[in-house]
C-alpha cells in the first residue's frame, strides 16, 4: 500500500532563518507530488506541484521553494523565512488527479 | 487560478441536527470531491462525484453533482460530535486539484 511521510511534525524557527521540509512517499513510482500551505483557520492553498524529478510547478510566487530530488522526494525550502511563512504544511500525492492522498502534516511557527 | 466558493465558512449546531454546506465555481468542473479534516490532521476524502446529477451516499453523508457542473453540495444527518472539523469541497479539471476554502463545523453536545 502506499503511505505518504512528511517531517517535522512541528517547527519553531526564527525569522530570517532557513527552511526545509521533506516529504517522501512509498509504495509507488513516479508520483505526482503537491505542497499546500494552510493558514490558521483558512483553506488550503497550492504552493508548489511535480510530476517528476526536477519539474517544479509553482502555484503562488512567494518566499519559498520547491525541489524533488528523487523520484519519491520532494522538499519545501526556504532561504530566510518571514513571519507570514506561519502556518500548516501539507504534503499531498495524488494520482490521478482525483484522490489527495495527504500526510500528516508540518506545523510551522516563524518568531 | 480557479477559484471555489464554499458555504457557509462556519457552522455551529446541535448534536443530532442535519447540516448542509454548498460550493460553487464559475467554470465546469468534471469531478467534485468532499474532504474532512480533523484538527492537526491533513484531509481525508469523504465522496468523490463523477457524473452531473449523481447523488453519492457514504453513511450519514450525502453529495450530489450540480447538474450544471458548476456546484455541488454535502448534506450531513444526525451530527454527532466526531463530526466536528473542517469540510473542503475541490474540483479536478486540467489543473492541479483544487481545494475552496472550507466549512469549520462545530458540534455542540
Known amino acids: 500500500s502506499q503511505t505518504i511521510h512528511q517531517w517535522p511534525a512541528t517547527l519553531v524557527q526564527p525569522v530570517g532563518s532557513p527552511l526545509s521540509l521533506e516529504c517522501t512517499v512509498e509504495?509507488?513510482?513516479?508520483?505526482?507530488l503537491y505542497w499546500y500551505r494552510q493558514a490558521a483557520g483558512r483553506g488550503l492553498q497550492l504552493l508548489f506541484y511535480?510530476?517528476?524529478?526536477?519539474?517544479i510547478s509553482s502555484e503562488v510566487p512567494q518566499n519559498l521553494s520547491a525541489s524533488r530530488p528523487q523520484d519519491r522526494q520532494f522538499i519545501l525550502s526556504s532561504k530566510k523565512l518571514l513571519l507570514s511563512d506561519s502556518g500548516f504544511y501539507l504534503c499531498?500525492?495524488?494520482?490521478?488527479?482525483?484522490?489527495?492522498?495527504f500526510g500528516q502534516g508540518t506545523r510551522l511557527t516563524v518568531v | 487560478g480557479q477559484q471555489l466558493n464554499q458555504s457557509p465558512q462556519s457552522m455551529f449546531i446541535q448534536e443530532g441536527e442535519d447540516v448542509s454546506m454548498n460550493c460553487t465555481s464559475s467554470?465546469?468542473?468534471?469531478?467534485w470531491l468532499w474532504y474532512k479534516q480533523d484538527p492537526g490532521e491533513g484531509p481525508v476524502l469523504l465522496i468523490a462525484?463523477?457524473?452531473?446529477?449523481e447523488l453519492t451516499s457514504n453513511g450519514r453523508l450525502t453529495a450530489q453533482f450540480g447538474i450544471t457542473r458548476k456546484d455541488s453540495f454535502l448534506n450531513i444527518s444526525a451530527s454527532i460530535p466526531s463530526d466536528v472539523g473542517i469540510y473542503f469541497c475541490?474540483?479536478?479539471?486540467?489543473?492541479?486539484?483544487?481545494f475552496g476554502k472550507g466549512t469549520r463545523l462545530s458540534v455542540i453536545a
Open positions: 511535480s510530476v517528476g524529478i526536477g519539474q
Open positions: 475541490a474540483v479536478s479539471g486540467n489543473t492541479p486539484l483544487v
Open positions: 467554470s465546469i468542473f468534471n469531478t
Open positions: 462525484l463523477y457524473k452531473a446529477g
Open positions: 509504495g509507488t513510482s513516479n508520483p505526482n
Open positions: 499531498a500525492w495524488i494520482p490521478g488527479m482525483t484522490e489527495a492522498f
